[in-house]
């Protein structure tokens, strides 16, 4: 049987000691209840620039005013605005509407009211490399990877901390860190996915990181780094025999 890397054991750590975390502490969301990808989709096109807190509400009118996709296509333009009145970003409405139109008139596929591919997911309005992965994870359990501000930023502190994630080459690593990361399973895989999104955005934030209470610190190069030197400063300030 082949041995793991260091590297693979490190990254399998990381994930499992994160789903472990994610099962007792992940908050319940009314979107991580679902995996209707046309909930899915509402939830992750609302989230876009858009606190938690905020979106809850509007999901759930918006939800009401269209509970399904083709509600949604046979809509006016202006009842789908009044819908998402207040949450702002109004692109994003207009993106969900085409999507849900170009959608019903292609014909969906057989049992799919959405591609779960992200390479097709990417293809609609709207739907960047983030939400298709987000998609395809969420609503269909396939092994995709996701990367947004927030899932760069604790793969970045983890894994790379000397990468820039805002160059094409930084990018590019942090989705390669992505992949290497996912269970083996698609259903894993979801867990995974949310815990990652959840680290960053109560854990390992933009403000601040808080590692002491981070589940994945032996893991995560950049609190190893702190704790470091940490133990050096200390020893420079033990006193020294003569
Ligand atoms: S240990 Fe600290 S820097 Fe590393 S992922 Fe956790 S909160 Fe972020």
Redesign the pocket.
Known sequence: MKRKSKDQTRQAAFSRRLREWYRRSGRDLPWRKTRDPYRVLVSELMLQQTQVSRVIAYYDRFLHCFPTLTQLARAHPAQVREAWQGLGYYARARNLHRLARDVTQQGALPNEPLPSDPRLLRKLPGIGDYTAGAIASFAYERRAELVDTNVA??LR??FVPDVDDRTAAGKREIWRIARALLPRTGRATWTHNQAIIE?GAL??TARV???A?????RQ????NSSREAGRRASRLRSPTRS
């Open positions: 930023r604790v502190r983890a680290l854990v390992c990181a808080r590692c209470e981070c589940p994945v610190s995560c190069l950049t609190a």
